[in-house]
């Protein structure tokens, strides 16, 4: 039907999930963010381009739990694409379920195959392998933990104690902290999780955006079961890919886990990522985290930006 009141900007995007947790990858119809590296055409995206991250995962079409990822062109030109992930809330710096989501996604466009592929994120280069039985490793940036058994006092909940670890995003990593692990939880976790990571953020830490609490795990198998909220307060369905590095780098520096052992770390939902690490620099407590998981896809779309719609950019 056309109403005659402007032709709607098109973006063609792919959908798909890791382990429960959402990607949406912008193939076609994103901004021109000029030539330059991934960081700097980030850098672009976020200083001239907010309205379309808003557009793209944010509510009337998306939802706070959505992750998106914008492919853009790499200037390591032995990377296959480069991607920028976002958030409801702003820019990630990698994602790696969102990783596996993309290997996925450009797998069933026919522009890639199985084997190992490069991308070019906002923090650095990484590797993702996809097999033949259709999972995906992502060998993701260098992860280290920053601080062992930092303790914040919680208003209202008391001192917490946890580790701060960098594996492309900030985590503080809780291991004591009463909660209950499981799903009917979630509301509740994402409240106690929301205000462990405000104290946090005022109290030495200001770079921390998730959050993971982690406990025993339910399946024969895993090692360990997390919940991670986000910076834009959802929490993560899949069991983090950068979280579970963040993980990796603390169990390395702890000894708790000898360099090439597989890990596995079960979500929230009970998905579960299995992980591994080999050390970059072990004097320094840097390692080289790999993870492997599987995503399907959910939709091929074409998201539609109607001139005329006064929430076209989506909600704040
Ligand atoms: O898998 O790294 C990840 C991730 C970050 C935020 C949501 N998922």
Known sequence: MDLGVGVPQRVTAIDSHTGGEPTRIVIAGGPDLGAGSVAEKARVFGEKHDCFRRAVVNEPRGSDVLVGALLVEPVDATCAAGVIFF??????????????????????????????????????????????????SVANVDSFRKAHAATVEVPGIGPITGDVAWSGNWFFL??????????????????FATRIRRAVNAQGFPEVDHVELYGSPTQAGSHSRSFVLCPGGAYDRSPCGTGTSAKLACLAADGKLAEGAEWAQESIIGSVFRGSFRWVDRARGIIAPTITGIAYITAETTLLLDPADPFRWGLT
């Open 87 to 136: 958030n409801n809330v702003g820019l990630l710096g990698m994602c790696g379920h969102g990783t596996i989501g993309l290997v996925v996604t450009l797998a069933h466009l026919g522009r890639i195959g199985v084997g190992a592929h490069r991308f070019e994120t906002t923090v650095g280069v990484v590797t993702a392998t996809l097999h033949a039985d259709g999972s995906v």
């Open 174 to 191: 809780v291991a004591e902290h009463g909660q209950e692990i499981v799903h009917v939880n979630a509301a509740a976790l994402t409240g």
